[in-house]
DNA sequence: TATAATATTTAGGCAAACCTAATTATTTAT
DNA sequence: ATAAATAATTAGGTTTGCCTAAATATTATA
């Protein structure tokens, strides 16, 4: 069993793995914990110990095959309790991390399998993230980004890679959503900023934004 | 906001009133909770200066107005997490309390009232326990004993005071739950064990066992 | 009431998880 | 290649929450 503090250390570094290869630095995990570098040292010599990373000192830090075991459950658990807070509980989708965050930490194998079922083996929590099953095995998810998309593209919202309130809370007001289908009307060459049509409506987007935005179901007009 | 320890221990000096008046013992706080006497003196000390316990060396420790209404939350929050794991997850009631000894120190008020809303606002927990309401209040509960019953009189199991897996078990084994209606057939007087008829079937009980069953709706034998 | 038994507190330690400041290794720039 | 800048580690502290052993207060008993 692991404490809160060591499943939050190997959370990070599963999702900075997702992001870039190669070893994880201490100051990145710094930075994604909100805790000083020393602190990061420290734990990762822990972790090392317990054999849940591979670490080796100045040259960063991956998970091995039992930590990436164990980062893959709380992020499943994570997941699931965000979709049954958005689904079951009347949440927000930008309401719903912090107590993620605190129960993705509960014990109980027994609980995460009946709330999986309960829920109906959901494979998407509701920022569009995959949920890993029970054996860790994650379902696909989109690569494109909006930004990528030529002018005249269909496509539908599948996923978004800033999960902070801010953004959310600015994709409420564009009525942007998951699923929700867009179409790239013009793009500005020198800024890439997008016009996007969502439901009868134009939108302006930031190439900040659209950076932000994964796309699925694209079509490229005939 | 309080650690998973201080509430921990506020739950169980809560408890503890319930049953004992005047101030609670460091050794029965030490034996609730599982831990030495001197650990409990030195929270004790913390909780003090928090102004969540009134404690006087060697005389023992009382909750304030402050401390009772945090420890009322922790216990609204592990009854409606056991209503929930019972009633949605399918868990059986002897499996419950591990785990909302866990989701009891989930901090986020929304959850806790759109749980409660959820499950329809329950009054009672899968052992019988009442449910604080959102204020603290406690719906009344039953305070006659099954070994205070007399011969031929009938009632209805309403509570239990052992809520241990052990005797939840042994009770699924007799048939007798929540809300089972039960008659007195016999009380033999040399141990004070009685013979209950449950649903056709007669089941002989201990003295120790009548004594941790409460009864409500109890009528005598005209 | 003095003494023995019991309960409680104090003293001193330890591990987890954080911190700041100082040191050392690596990387970048001249 | 050397020096400067940056990143990471080590050293030394702190708080929480637990422990054992020793000291002290309270309660029971003779
Ligand atoms: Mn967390
Ligand atoms: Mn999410
Ligand atoms: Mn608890
Ligand atoms: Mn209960």
Not at 36 to 51: F, I, N
Not at 76 to 105: C, G, M, P, S, T
């Amino acid at each position: 069993m692991f404490t809160q503090s060591e499943e939050n250390y190997l959370k990070a570094i599963f999702q900075l793995q997702e992001e870039i290869e190669g070893g994880i630095s201490t100051s990145s995990l710094s930075e994604k914990l909100e805790t000083k570098a020393a602190s990061v040292t420290e734990m990762l010599k822990r972790l090392s110990d317990k054999e849940l990373v591979d670490y080796q000192k100045y040259y960063g830090v991956q998970l091995t095959e039992s930590g990436r075991k164990q980062a893959l459950l709380i992020v499943r658990k994570h997941r699931l309790w965000e979709y049954f807070l958005v689904e079951r509980l009347n949440f927000n989708w930008d309401e719903v991390h912090e107590v993620a965050e605190q129960l993705e930490h509960i014990k109980s194998p027994k609980l995460v399998e009946e709330l999986d079922s309960f829920l109906g083996r959901p494979e998407y929590d509701p920022h569009g993230d995959p949920i890993p099953d029970k054996h860790g095995k994650l379902p696909k998810s989109p690569t494109k980004k909006l930004s990528q998309l030529k002018l005249g593209d269909h496509g539908i919202c599948k996923g978004f890679n800033d999960n902070s309130s801010a953004f959310l809370q600015f994709l409420d007001k564009q009525n942007i959503g998951l699923h929700t289908p867009i179409e790239v009307l013009h793009i500005e060459t020198f800024d890439e900023s997008m016009t996007i049509k969502i439901a009868q409506r134009e939108v302006l987007l930031s190439k900040t934004a659209t950076d932000n935005i994964y796309i699925d179901n694209i079509a490229t007009e005939a």
